[in-house]
């Protein structure tokens, strides 16, 4: 089932396995907080994930809802990591993976007929001179080469029913990038948190989600701080990695 330097790791939270590659893919804290973040109906409904990556998304919201799940991915190699994944947690019957295009993916599995959207997009600049060295999927997860924050934005748009929420996961230094992106697209900023390493840091990590066709009414939620001043993970970071009493 494992190929190459893959390996099996474990979601405790979720008591589920990923497969994970170190030169291909592995997710970041950012999947596990965008996960956690997002409405997700509870017992039925219909949920994409867009930019995928190796599944870990899917899975996350596999332990929070009964609800069909649409796993996104361009890259033919992370698409079959999360594919491996999902069957070797008995998980085929609910989440769907799909190795295609963000852009124009409502196309093919439907306009406006979803009810969550949760997308943790490329953050960076397609080119940058310092990045030039990263492997090929690595570059592409990150950077936007394939897909711009505006057109992730636009295909979460496509494919919400009005009143359905999409969940951002992105970089501080883009807030208005993403607010006139979602606004253009008929989605409407309503809750945003952000992500501080410890106190007394800048926030490195931002999470917003908005309602598509919502009236203007935007929370800004309380911060969530990674680590303590002991370096240590906090509590609220602790419970959502490893689950209640850890």
Same mark, same amino acid.
């Given at each position: 089932m494992l190929q190459g330097d893959e390996r099996l790791d474990y979601l405790l939270a979720e008591d589920l396995r990923i497969i994970q590659s170190p030169s291909v893919f592995s997710f970041s804290l950012d999947a596990v907080l965008l996960a956690k973040f997002a409405y997700v109906p509870i017992r039925s409904g219909k949920i994409v994930d867009l930019c995928a990556g190796n599944g870990a998304i899917p899975l996350f919201l596999s332990a929070r809802t009964k609800a069909e799940i649409f796993a996104v991915e361009l890259q033919e190699r992370l698409a079959h990591m999360a594919w491996r994944s999902i069957r070797y *947690?008995? %998980? #085929?019957?609910? =989440? &769907? !993976? %799909? *190795?295609e295009d963000v852009i124009g993916i409502a196309s093919q599995i439907g306009y406006e007929k979803y009810d969550t959207v949760t997308c943790n997009p490329p953050y960076f600049p397609a080119l940058e001179a310092s990045d030039k060295n990263l492997k090929e999927h =690595? +570059? =592409?997860a &990150?950077? #936007?080469?394939k897909l711009? %924050?505006?057109? +992730? !934005?636009q295909s979460a748009s496509e494919l919400l029913k009005q009143g359905g929420k999409a969940a951002f996961v992105h970089r501080p230094g883009r807030l208005l990038d993403i607010v006139t992106a979602m606004r253009a697209n008929r989605l409407e900023p309503k809750r945003i948190r952000f992500v501080y390493p410890k106190e007394g840091k800048e926030a490195n990590t931002l999470l917003i989600e908005g309602i598509k066709d919502g009236k203007p009414d935007l929370? !800004? %939620?309380p911060p969530l701080f990674v680590y303590d001043a002991q370096g240590e993970y906090t509590e609220e970071v602790r419970e959502l990695l490893y689950g209640t009493g850890q």
């Open positions: *947690n008995g %998980l #085929e019957q609910q =989440i &769907r !993976v %799909l *190795n =690595i +570059a =592409i &990150r950077h #936007e080469i711009t %924050l505006e057109q +992730a !934005v929370k !800004v %939620l």
